[in-house]
C-alpha cells in the first residue's frame, strides 16, 4: 500500500557533497514527520535528521552544519543535503515517514525505505 524509496547515495570523495531523496507513495492520507537515518557497518542505526510537516528541523551533533533536511509536502518527498562529507559519514541511509492511510485516517504509522549506501573515501 505505501512504498518509501530513497535514492541519491553513492561514492564521493572526502569533502564532496551528495543530495539523497525519499519518496513515500500509495494510499497516503497524510505525512507528519519525515527523518533520515543512518547505520554504519558493525553500529546501530542512528538519526541524522528529521523534520515536520510544518518544517521545524533537528539534527544531530554530527549534521549539524554540514547537512540540511528539507521536504516538498506537495510531493511526500524529503531530501538530505550533505557537504563537507567525511569517511565517518559512510553509512547506509535510511528514510522513514509517519503517516496515516487514506483507509485509516486516524492511526499514525511509521514507515521505512531499504536504504540507499553512502561511501566517502578519504
Known amino acids: 500500500q505505501v512504498q518509501v524509496v530513497e535514492s541519491g547515495g553513492g561514492l564521493v570523495q572526502a569533502g564532496g557533497s551528495l543530495r539523497l531523496s525519499c519518496v513515500a507513495s500509495?494510499?497516503?492520507?497524510?505525512?507528519?514527520?519525515m527523518g533520515w537515518y543512518r547505520q554504519a557497518p558493525g553500529k546501530q542505526r542512528e538519526l541524522v535528521a528529521t523534520i515536520t510537516s510544518g518544517g521545524i528541523t533537528r539534527y544531530t551533533d554530527s549534521a549539524q552544519g554540514r547537512f540540511t533536511i528539507s521536504r516538498d509536502n506537495a510531493k511526500n518527498t524529503v531530501y538530505l543535503q550533505m557537504n563537507s562529507l567525511k569517511p565517518e559519514d559512510t553509512a547506509v541511509y535510511y528514510c522513514?515517514?509517519?503517516?496515516?492511510?487514506?483507509?485509516?485516517?486516524?492511526?499514525?504509522?511509521?514507515?521505512w525505505g531499504q536504504g540507499t549506501q553512502v561511501f566517502v573515501s578519504s
Open positions: 500509495g494510499s497516503i492520507f497524510r505525512v507528519n514527520a
Open positions: 522513514n515517514a509517519e503517516l496515516t492511510l487514506a483507509d485509516e485516517k486516524d492511526l499514525w504509522r511509521i514507515y
